[in-house]
């Protein structure tokens, strides 16, 4: 009798053993993504590094790093030093709220610590804060690699389609970290992706809070608040809305206090370089805040309180597809279009969030729908690093990924409508991030579970 139960106690260790290994491998392509992107930078930065001219025609061997990450740790140096009348006056040209420098904080205090060398705001061929400031920004970036996945398993992609996504996910999100530094995008992403999770939950606390940090560190997310408002419900908008403004207007407040004007100037006016980055065809129309020529500054936030205005309309179409979860998160990436199409000015990097989340949700449309949209983010990308006359650049990188998005959207569509009235018709899983079960479906979702579902944590 008692072999017996040890043989059934071992049994069941080695089963739950094994639904462990299973579980965690299930949640493997985010983090494979993160360690591609980690890779990539790493040989960007130090296998390929650049080879300039310097004084008395010296050739010198530079590491590649991105540049408008040293002046991102500027800021968050700031706040290491409580130096609040100062964040928006460094010379950096942050034009975000306090979030971003505060993500930047712990690495910062470490630079400062051990007297690491920076990038800013002299040019230093060899910044030692590079090899810690580089892990850290992919591995916070990691953040939105796991939020998309886990939003795709949620939806009950397959594990080879979650797979593919995070390949094609992380080579798209690739630029934004090594090229041009701004990790702080894909953490607002990945933040507001859990909100989404949240409010289909019907968890308004979880929602808001997460919504809240998101916009705190980027506010660009600011146009997936509709689709959120619409599926949480006109009841649930006062405690949303409250707990979504509440850790922005804390950050704000001893800022402001210390310096009013400049914060003012950067947080309202968000002056941007037409001379610099890329020109639209709203370059003209947006309030002109100095300078000429490449020195020119014009007003980034009209603009992007006209995306926030059609963004609104979004949040009936969520109210009545909000018990289909898919079409929730291909509205979330047209709200994140929203922005390109009506910037000022642009860089390649403001691409990646609508790009991103209209990949996950292109995920349902099957394989076909999937493969053309992966191939246009992909695309998109790609170009938008090139450099050409203003107009074609927009018409073909702010265009084609207006298209991208658009295409995906119609799909998922399609597939929505093809599925409604059948008894699983939702795609909503009915086991949060892989947990124990059966493994849903290829071809169809599982039916919806009655009662709030734990969404993952980042």
Not at 48 to 55: A, E, Q
Not at 161 to 189: I, Y
Not at 301 to 311: C, I, S, T, Y
Request: proline letters at 7%; one cysteine or more; a positive charge.
């Amino acid at each position: 009798m008692r072999s017996r139960v040890l043989a059934s106690l071992r049994r069941g260790g080695a089963c739950a053993a094994r639904g462990l290994v299973r579980r965690a491998l299930e949640r493997r392509f985010a983090w494979l993504g993160t360690a591609f992107v980690l890779a990539g930078t790493a040989v960007r930065s130090f296998v390929f590094p650049l080879v300039v001219r310097g004084r008395h025609h010296r050739l010198l061997t530079v590491w590649w790093v991105p540049g408008d990450i040293w002046g991102t740790l500027r800021d968050g140096q700031m706040i290491a030093w409580l130096d609040f009348g100062h964040l928006y006056q460094a010379g950096t040209a942050m034009v975000t709220l306090p979030g971003t420098a505060l993500l930047f904080a712990p690495v910062a205090a470490v630079v400062n610590a051990f007297g690491l060398s920076t990038d800013f705001p002299l040019v230093v061929p060899h910044p030692t804060a590079w090899l810690v400031l580089g892990p850290y920004a992919v591995a916070v970036s990691g953040v939105a690699l796991v939020a998309l996945d886990a939003l795709a398993e949620r939806l009950n992609v397959g594990s080879a389609t979650r797979a593919f996504l995070g390949v094609v996910g992380a080579a798209v999100l690739f630029p934004v970290v090594a090229w041009w530094g701004h990790p702080e995008d894909a953490v607002a992403v990945g933040l507001v992706l859990y909100a989404l999770g949240a409010a289909l939950d019907g968890r308004v606390v979880a929602a808001g809070w997460l919504t809240g940090a998101a916009i705190a560190v980027q506010p660009l997310v600011v146009l997936a608040v509709p689709v959120l408002l619409g599926v949480l419900g006109v009841e649930r908008l006062v405690p949303f809305l409250v707990r979504a403004a509440l850790p922005a207007a804390v950050l704000l407040v001893p800022v402001f206090a210390a310096a009013p004007q400049a914060t003012w100037r950067a947080v309202v006016d968000q002056p941007n370089f037409p001379g610099v980055d890329h020109p639209t065809p709203w370059t003209a129309l947006a309030p002109h805040l100095g300078g000429r020529g490449r020195d020119e500054v014009v007003a980034g936030g009209p603009g992007r309180v006209v995306a926030l205005l059609g963004a609104l309309g979004l949040a009936p179409v969520a109210r009545r597809v909000r018990d289909r979860p898919a079409l929730v998160v291909a509205l979330v990436a047209v709200g994140l279009e929203l922005r390109c199409l009506t910037e000022s000015v642009m860089d390649p990097y403001y691409l990646w969030p609508a790009l991103a989340v209209g990949l996950v949700a292109a995920g349902r449309a099957g394989r076909l729908a999937l493969g053309a949209v992966a191939v246009g983010a992909l695309a998109v990308s790609a170009v938008a690093e090139l450099h050409f006359w203003w107009l074609t650049w927009w018409l073909v990188a702010v265009g084609g990924s207006a298209v991208v998005v658009g295409f995906g959207v119609g799909a998922i569509w399609r597939w929505s409508e093809a599925t409604t009235g059948r008894r699983d018709s939702s795609s909503w899983a009915s086991v949060p991030f892989g947990g124990e079960g059966a493994e849903a479906p290829t071809g169809l979702p599982q039916p919806v579970p009655v009662g709030p579902r734990a969404w993952p944590g980042p």
